[in-house]
C-alpha cells in the first residue's frame, strides 16, 4: 500500500514500481501517473493489510 503514496511526490509523472509478492516471491509491476492506474502485472494482483481500516490511525505518533 505504501507504494501507491510515492505517485504524490511526481506529479503529473509516470512512476513504475518493481517489487515481489511476500507470500510467493512472484514479481509485480504497477505503473501510475496522478490518480490513475496504468498497470498492474499479473492483473490478479491484490492488497492485503493485517489492521482494519478504521484502526489505521491508532497506536502511531504521527497522528496522535
Known sequence: M???AV?????GKEI???TVCLDC???IVV???D????????PTAIAYLMSPFAKWRE?????N
Do not use: Q
Not at 505517485?7 to 506529479?11: A, G, H, S, T, V
Not at 490518480?35 to 499479473?42: G, K, Q, T, V, W
Not at 497506536?59 to 497522528?63: D, E, Q, R, Y
Open 31 to 33: 505503473r501510475m501517473r
Open 16 to 18: 513504475r514500481v518493481d
Open 59 to 63: 497506536g502511531t505518533g504521527a497522528f
Open 25 to 27: 516471491g512472484e514479481p
Open 35 to 42: 490518480e490513475e492506474i496504468l498497470e498492474i502485472n499479473p
Open 2 to 4: 505504501e507504494v501507491l
Open 7 to 11: 505517485r504524490w511526490l511526481f506529479p
